[in-house]
């Protein structure tokens, strides 16, 4: 093994495991660990703005919800979600906020595909970002709107692990030609060899994710993964390299 077979770390909603998750505090701090990738997760507000939360409402992520637990945050304005406390005093970010807060690589992920024209205007008008982004998501229609209206932007189309397209490669690949993605994320438990084997044939460059341990690294090299999404980028990079030394002693 070498350096060439080291699949880059992408720091899921950031460094999740360190930081409360999709805050610029989590991105900076997955900076500092050194990933390659960030991966963070858009929607629309009420009034149009695009802003960066996973969930559909914010009572995983916000210690106090209060009033506004329940409420799908679609429905919310910018203004109140700004005051919702994250923890630590964080709070909700815009995608034009993380994109001017960080220096690496982005995935985008589309959480709700009614984001995407925003999200494409706002990226439009950033033509120097453009070489550290991709877009991804489950939805194969959100990526073809994103290969409509933001070409420039490459797109990574992601996989369950209760997927069956792992099964059915027609119909996979049937996907991968109409969204125009070049990279596939598969979850741990979505891994086929035959689909691998034909992701590669075909120049598609897979990631795996979640990364949970030295067993996943080991995975992920006998897939030839082109990144992995972790939680915690710092325990990334630790089983990383105990797997490499344990390979090359």
């Given at each position: 093994m070498n350096?060439n ?5 992408v720091?899921?909603r950031?460094a999740?495991a ?5 805050t610029?505090?989590s991105y ?7 990933v390659?990738e960030i991966e963070?997760?858009?929607r629309l507000?009420a009034?149009?703005h695009v802003f960066?939360l996973?969930?559909?409402?914010i009572?995983r992520v ?5 009033s506004?637990?329940?409420?799908d ?5 910018l ?8 923890g630590?005093w964080l709070?909700i970010?815009t995608?034009?906020e993380?994109?001017?807060?960080t220096t690496t690589s982005i995935?985008?992920?589309i959480?709700?595909?009614r ?10 008008a950033?033509?120097q970002?453009h070489?550290r982004?991709q877009?991804t998501s489950f939805?194969h229609?959100a990526?073809?709107?994103?290969k409509?209206l933001c070409?420039q932007?490459?797109r990574?189309?992601?996989l ?15 996907l ?5 993605a ?7 438990d979505a ?8 992701l590669?044939?075909r120049?598609?460059l ?8 030295p067993?996943?690294?080991?995975k992920a090299?006998a897939?030839?993964?082109?990144a992995v999404?972790a939680?915690?980028?710092?325990a990334?990079?630790r ?6 030394a344990a390979?090359?002693?």
């Amino acid at each position: 093994m070498n350096e060439n077979t080291r699949p880059r770390i992408v720091g899921h909603r950031g460094a999740m495991a360190h930081r409360p998750e999709n805050t610029l505090e989590s991105y900076r701090y997955a900076e500092e660990l050194g990933v390659a990738e960030i991966e963070l997760d858009i929607r629309l507000s009420a009034d149009g703005h695009v802003f960066i939360l996973h969930d559909a409402t914010i009572d995983r992520v916000a210690p106090v919800p209060g009033s506004l637990s329940g409420v799908d945050v679609s429905t919310l304005t910018l203004e109140q979600l700004r005051g919702v406390d994250l923890g630590e005093w964080l709070g909700i970010p815009t995608l034009t906020e993380a994109l001017d807060a960080t220096t690496t690589s982005i995935q985008i992920e589309i959480k709700d595909p009614r984001v995407v024209p925003a999200a494409a205007a706002i990226l439009n008008a950033r033509p120097q970002d453009h070489g550290r982004l991709q877009f991804t998501s489950f939805n194969h229609e959100a990526l073809v709107q994103a290969k409509n209206l933001c070409p420039q932007i490459p797109r990574g189309f992601i996989l369950g692990g209760t997927t069956a397209l792992t099964e059915d490669l027609d119909s996979l690949f049937a996907l991968l030609e109409d969204n125009g993605a070049a990279f596939v994320h598969l979850n741990v438990d979505a891994v086929r060899d035959a689909a691998v084997q034909e992701l590669h044939r075909r120049g598609y460059l897979p990631t795996l994710w979640p990364l949970r341990g030295p067993d996943d690294v080991l995975k992920a090299l006998a897939i030839g993964a082109h990144a992995v999404c972790a939680d915690d980028p710092a325990a990334a990079k630790r089983w990383i390299a105990q797997v490499m030394a344990a390979t090359t002693s």
